[in-house]
T-cell receptor, first 113, second 110 residues
Framework: NAGVTQTPKFQVLKTGQSMTLQCAQD?????MSWYRQDPGMGLRLIHY???????DQGEVPNGYNVSRSTTEDFPLRLLSAAPSQTSVYFC????????????FGPGTRLTVT | EDQVTQSPEALRLQEGESSSLNCSYT??????LFWYRQDPGKGPEFLFT???AGEEKEKERLKATLTKKESFLHITAPKPEDSATYLC???????????FGTGTRLKVLA
C-alpha cells in the first residue's frame, strides 16, 4: 500500500456520533486524498490536500471535515454521523507530481446505524 | 460533464480464455487514464497510467491501450488469480480531481 496506513479497519457508529478516520504516510508525499466507495457508485473524492496546511473539497465533501497540519497525517472527521455515510473509506497518496498515479491504503469500513 | 463508463459490469472467463475490458471516457481535457485492480476487502492497486492516444502498457498477462475516447484492458490467457475488480479512472487537465468508473468484476474459472 505504498506506505499508507489507515485506522481503524472497522467502525460502527450510531447516528449523530462523531469520529475521526486516520490516514498516515511515511514517505513525505505532498498529495493525499480521501475517497468513499459505495456499491454501484465507484470511488468518489471527498477531500484532498496538496500539502501541509492546504486542503480542498472533492465531489462529495458534505458532512466531512479535513485538516493537514503535517505532511504525514491527513485525518477525516465526521462531525455528526448519518446512515448515508455508511461506506468504505480509502485514503490515497500521489507520490509523483509528473505521473499522477495514486496509491491507496487498506480502507476503513464504516457502518452508521 | 466529465464521465467514465466501464463495461461489462461483470465477466466470467475460463482459464486461458482471452478477453478485453472497456473504459469509455468523456472529459474536457485528459491528463491521464489509470487502471487499478481491486481484490475484495482491499484497497485499489495501481496497474497502469496512459497519457495519450496510441499509448500501450503491458504487465504480465495484462495490456492497456488508449484511444481518444476509450481504453481497453486486454487480458491474455487469464488465470484464476486474475480474478478481481478492475477500475478505470481519469484525471482531467487543470484539476487534481480523479473520476472513477464503477469497475468490471472479473471471474476466471479453473
Amino acid at each position: 500500500n505504498a506506505g499508507v496506513t489507515q485506522t481503524p479497519k472497522f467502525q460502527v457508529l450510531k447516528t449523530g456520533q462523531s469520529m475521526t478516520l486516520q490516514c498516515a504516510q511515511d514517505m513525505n508525499h505532498e498529495y493525499m486524498s480521501w475517497y468513499r466507495q459505495d456499491p454501484g457508485m465507484g470511488l468518489r473524492l471527498i477531500h484532498y490536500s496538496v500539502g501541509a496546511g492546504i486542503t480542498d473539497q472533492g465531489e462529495v465533501p458534505n458532512g466531512y471535515n479535513v485538516s493537514r497540519s503535517t505532511t504525514e497525517d491527513f485525518p477525516l472527521r465526521l462531525l455528526s454521523a448519518a446512515p448515508s455515510q455508511t461506506s468504505v473509506y480509502f485514503c490515497a497518496i500521489t507520490p509523483h507530481r509528473d505521473s499522477y498515479e495514486q496509491y491507496f491504503g487498506p480502507g476503513t469500513r464504516l457502518t452508521v446505524t | 460533464e466529465d464521465q467514465v463508463t466501464q463495461s461489462p459490469e461483470a465477466l466470467r472467463l475460463q482459464e486461458g480464455e482471452s478477453s478485453s475490458l472497456n473504459c469509455s471516457y468523456t472529459v474536457s481535457g485528459l491528463r491521464g487514464l489509470f487502471w487499478y485492480r481491486q481484490d475484495p476487502g482491499k484497497g485499489p492497486e495501481f496497474l497502469f497510467t496512459l497519457y495519450s492516444a496510441g499509448e500501450e502498457k503491458e504487465k504480465e498477462r495484462l495490456k492497456a491501450t488508449l484511444t481518444k475516447k476509450e481504453s481497453f484492458l486486454h487480458i491474455t490467457a487469464p488465470k484464476p488469480e486474475d480474478s478481481a475488480t478492475y477500475l478505470c479512472a481519469v484525471r482531467t487537465s487543470g484539476t487534481y480531481k480523479y473520476i472513477f468508473g464503477t469497475g468490471t468484476r472479473l471471474k476466471v474459472l479453473a
